[in-house]
């Protein structure tokens, strides 16, 4: 299994602002996802971040609201940017599986709880 | 319609009983099928997968697939208070193999 380091774990925002977000992953892994779950919703992909590439997003998220980094195969960050309590959510990072069999399992970050105001 | 659907809950099962999750899916095209377990307040962690028609055994968990009917379901036996968590189906799309996630069914497990 992959071990994801994410801080931070939480934070209370200004509107207005803007959070990085950022997974460290133990393995070197070829893509990183990152995650909305808002409180009782599915998880929701925000998108995906290649190395070497920029990260494409899913339907409904911008490159200018969700910025994201990607400068080697085990690091990753996301930005909140210019944010407003419609932002309030938990974000998640997730890798899939390296071994044999497990490449379509995902392994998810702790979490980052944010709360804008 | 939701491309996949849970019941969201909350489910409340007798400790030492069957707790049986549903969810269905409206890409007949499907191929793989993910249950994943959240204790909440934690991330999401994979318990179960399935690819094949037919029930899949792991310890106390069984997946089911049925893909005629497109639906999935989790059974979870000898259910204990530990097993108390959201559970989210999720389902791969052969298309662009994108997971899609279910809302979640929560699980009581009452001792």
């Known amino acids: 299994s992959a071990v994801i380091s994410q801080k931070p774990s939480r934070d209370i925002c200004q509107r207005g602002t803007s959070l990085t977000i950022q997974c460290q992953v133990d393995?070197?892994?070829?893509?990183m996802f990152w995650y909305r779950q808002q409180p009782g919703q599915s998880l929701t992909l925000i998108a995906t971040a290649n190395q070497g590439s920029e990260a494409t997003y899913e339907s409904g998220f911008v490159i200018d609201k969700f910025p994201i980094s990607r400068p080697n195969l085990t690091f990753s960050t996301l930005t909140v940017s210019n944010m407003s309590p419609e932002d309030s959510s938990i974000y998640l990072c997730?890798?899939?599986?390296?071994?044999?069999?497990?490449?379509?399992?995902?392994?998810f970050g702790s979490g980052t709880q944010l709360s804008v105001l | 319609q939701k491309e996949v659907e849970q019941n969201s809950g909350p489910l409340s099962v007798p400790e030492g009983a069957i707790a049986s999750l549903n969810c269905t899916y409206s890409d007949r095209g499907s191929q793989s099928f993910f249950w994943y377990r959240q204790y909440s307040g934690k991330s999401p962690e994979l318990i179960m997968f399935?690819?094949s028609n037919g029930d899949k055994e792991d310890g106390r968990f069984t997946a089911q697939l049925n893909k005629a009917s497109q639906y999935v379901s989790l059974l979870i036996r000898d259910s204990q208070p530990s097993d108390s968590a959201t559970y989210l189906c999720?389902?791969?799309?052969?298309?662009?193999?994108?997971?899609?996630w279910g809302a979640g069914t929560k699980l009581i497990i009452k001792p």
């Open positions: 399935i690819y």
């Open positions: 393995s070197q892994v070829t893509m």
């Open positions: 999720a389902v791969k799309r052969l298309s662009n193999y994108q997971l899609i």
């Open positions: 997730s890798v899939e599986g390296i071994q044999i069999g497990a490449s379509e399992k995902l392994f």
